[in-house]
Nanobody, 123 residues
Framework: QVQLVESGGGLVQAGDSLRLSCAAS????????MGWFRQAPGKEREFVAA????????YYADSVKGRFTISRDNAKNTVTLQMNSLKPEDTAVYYC????????????????WGQGTQVTVSS
């Protein structure tokens, strides 16, 4: 397994940008598909974005497509989520996750999770 630590959350205004980072420790980071999920108060956890082991393939939720970009640096064991044009409905705790599958949108297929970082977007 890998251990994951997110950073970069905060309070911003609608239209602003934030960059979330996830640092992974452990072995064979490049063998994991990586994803970002989020959970707003009173709502279920939802998929945001995923990236394949090599970084060549990405998936996005429709709600963030065109605004968010996921990327990874296997040399540095990091995955990032660049969030632009933020909206109040993006407010949530954002979680980084690692999957032994190459690429997945399903939370149940992720084996390791970070502790989460809060993103709050004010209107």
């Amino acid at each position: 397994q890998v251990q994951l630590v997110e950073s970069g959350g905060g309070l911003v205004q609608a239209g602003d940008s934030l960059r979330l980072s996830c640092a992974a420790s452990g072995r064979a980071f490049s063998s994991y598909g990586m994803g970002w999920f989020r959970q707003a108060p009173g709502k279920e956890r939802e998929f945001v974005a995923a990236i394949s082991r090599s970084g060549t393939t990405t998936y996005y939720a429709d709600s963030v497509k065109g605004r968010f970009t996921i990327s990874r640096d296997n040399a540095k064991n990091t995955v990032t989520l660049q969030m632009n044009s933020l909206k109040p409905e993006d407010t949530a705790v954002y979680y980084c996750a690692a999957s032994r599958l190459a690429l997945s949108k399903l939370g149940d297929e992720y084996d390791s999770w970070g502790q989460g970082t809060q993103v709050t977007v004010s209107s």
